[in-house]
């Protein structure tokens, strides 16, 4: 059986606005700014802080809370230490 190919005309755009998705695991507060580059260059970003040691656990979901205020995005949190943020034009289905 051959892989699935999509019709001529249809392949999908990685370049169109929101279709990149990053999956971040930083260990320390730095590496949450490379979330906030993501976001801002309208890529979703999936990021889990549960690495971060305790004492900067608050202060990058605060951070990013600001950046996704300020970029007009969306923040889901989907568990404990793992957040969902998005361009505001993404939608978002929560079951």
């Given at each position: 059986?051959?892989?699935?190919?999509?019709?001529?005309?249809?392949?999908?755009?990685?370049?169109a606005w929101g279709?990149?998705?990053?999956?971040?695991?930083?260990?320390?507060?730095?590496?949450?700014?490379?979330?906030?580059?993501?976001l801002r260059d309208?890529?979703?970003?999936?990021?889990?802080?549960?690495?971060?040691?305790?004492?900067?656990?608050?202060?990058?979901?605060?951070?990013?809370?600001?950046?996704?205020?300020?970029?007009?995005?969306?923040?889901?949190?989907?568990?404990?230490?793992?957040?969902?943020?998005?361009?505001?034009?993404v939608q978002l289905?929560?079951?």
């Amino acid at each position: 059986m051959e892989p699935f190919s999509p019709s001529p005309g249809l392949e999908p755009n990685s370049s169109a606005w929101g279709a990149e998705m990053v999956v971040l695991h930083p260990r320390d507060f730095e590496a949450v700014q490379e979330a906030v580059a993501s976001l801002r260059d309208q890529a979703t970003v999936l990021l889990n802080v549960s690495a971060l040691p305790e004492h900067q656990l608050q202060r990058a979901v605060d951070f990013m809370a600001g950046a996704a205020f300020a970029l007009d995005s969306q923040q889901v949190r989907l568990g404990e230490h793992v957040l969902l943020y998005a361009p505001h034009y993404v939608q978002l289905n929560q079951a």
